[in-house]
């Protein structure tokens, strides 16, 4: 993530962060978090433990209950909150897996969130995945729906997911994040601006 702040920085550009509450655990990611919130960057989470909220197959399928989905959600606030942190600052987040279904939203929004998803129709968040995945894509192929996607429908609005982590199956070119300066440098050469959820929050407030 430092090399993805540093990119950023050189640009003039703010992000939004969605980390888990074990990301926030672990000592030596608690510096660069503290620095995601000094630069300006929006910081949620991606609740506590990465639970995934419903089936895959059968969506109506719950994997959690409102008790237990409260529980992991309270310990991600524990944590946002030890970095100085209030719910009405992070109150927009991204649920696990970006996948959940009317349950599990009804439950995260009367816990006082609102939920944001990537935008249909960008893959960039299998950027995880490696080749030994049926539906891995490499950086070049991620890139590349990202223009298609911007050629088919415009990207204004648009929530494009990167995933700032060394995933051990993927190489260093083969990590989008590697390529975030290009994806910067080509939208804003485009007329493209970025936002973060502060930017959200704030028009909501008028």
Known sequence: ADDVLEIMADRGVKGSFFPTGNCFRVERYQPVIRDIIDQGHYLSAHSDKHLLLCSYGDRSENYVTKDSLARDIAGMEAELEKFGLTKDQ???????????????????????????????????????MGPEHAQY?????????????????????????????????RTDEDRLYTHLGEIIDTLKAKGYGFKTFHDVMAVEQK
């Open 137 to 169: 894509c490499s950086a070049q192929q991620l890139l590349d729906n990202i223009w298609n996607y911007e050629k088919e429908n415009t990207l204004n609005g648009a929530i494009i997911l990167v995933h700032a982590m060394d995933y051990p199956d």
């Open 90 to 128: 992070y109150r927009w987040m991204i649920p696990p897996y970006e996948h959940y279904n009317q349950f599990s939203a009804d439950a995260l929004r009367e816990l006082g969130y609102e939920l944001a998803n990537p935008t249909e129709g960008l893959v960039t968040g299998m950027d995880w």
